[in-house]
């Protein structure tokens, strides 16, 4: 199924790209689910890190479009953004909050139709797996090959990435039956790193990312048994 949210204050507008999407559901024999925002603070307040493809304005009242873009990329690096918008000299500045795409008014169906077969394209070759960190007052997606390594600390966990690190309640042991931590290991009872960040191995430590993190003598084999399957291309 794809996941669709309509950013839109004109009901008018916003009532005629549902109308586009039904009609390419029924065409192509695509399931799409369509939630529609006339607001964007309330749309930011109700976001959900597990929508596909955001249609946005540009033109808003309480908020903008650009503005909105970037408080939810804050939230979700990955969900796909076009801008659907009558302001064209805006919405070619869309790379400062990595817009896939702009859908010039007033749309058109075979417009919309281009530009969705475009989209569904990039998300069928993009099989990069995410994960949602809730913390107490957020939620944040991160590509699962973003995440250097995890580790245990106080009964939560904190997610490591290239960029930042981020909190979240959770058990390591349930990040290791997940399989898109497949191509993770446990080094010790608190960390669980990612092989494709590893760059040094020796007999009592590993080096991730620039940090050097102890490993288990009993579990020293059974790390190195995994790399080479991992290494190799192995699956785990």
């Known amino acids: 199924m794809l996941r669709v949210v309509i950013v839109e204050d004109e009901a008018q507008a916003s009532q005629k790209l549902m109308q586009y999407c039904e009609a390419y559901a029924a065409e192509k024999h695509q399931e799409i689910s369509a939630t529609v925002y006339a607001n964007p603070v309330e749309f930011l307040e109700k976001y959900r890190c597990d929508y596909d493809v955001v249609f946005m304005d540009i033109m ?20 796909i953004l076009c801008f659907v918008t009558n302001m064209a000299q805006y919405a070619i500045h869309g790379y400062e909050v990595n817009a896939f795409d702009f859908i010039l008014k007033p749309v058109r169906y075979p417009e919309f139709h281009m530009k969705l077969d475009r989209i569904l394209r990039h998300l069928n070759k993009r099989t990069e797996a995410t994960v949602l960190i809730s913390s107490k007052n957020s939620v944040k997606k991160v590509a699962v090959a973003d995440l250097t390594y995890v580790e245990v600390y106080s009964h939560n966990l904190i997610y490591h990435t290239r960029d930042g690190q981020y909190e979240a309640y959770g058990k390591l042991s349930d990040l290791e039956a997940d399989a898109r931590f497949s191509r993770f290991i446990r080094i010790t009872p608190s960390y669980l790193v990612n092989c494709d960040h590893i760059s040094a191995f020796t007999d009592d430590a590993m080096t991730v990312s620039g940090v050097q993190l102890p490993v288990s003598r009993r579990r020293r084999k059974e790390c190195l048994e995994k790399m080479a399957l991992l290494i190799g291309g192995g699956r785990a």
């Open 60 to 79: 808003m009242p309480l908020m903008d479009g650009m503005e909105c873009a970037r408080k939810l990329r804050e939230r979700d690096e990955n969900v």
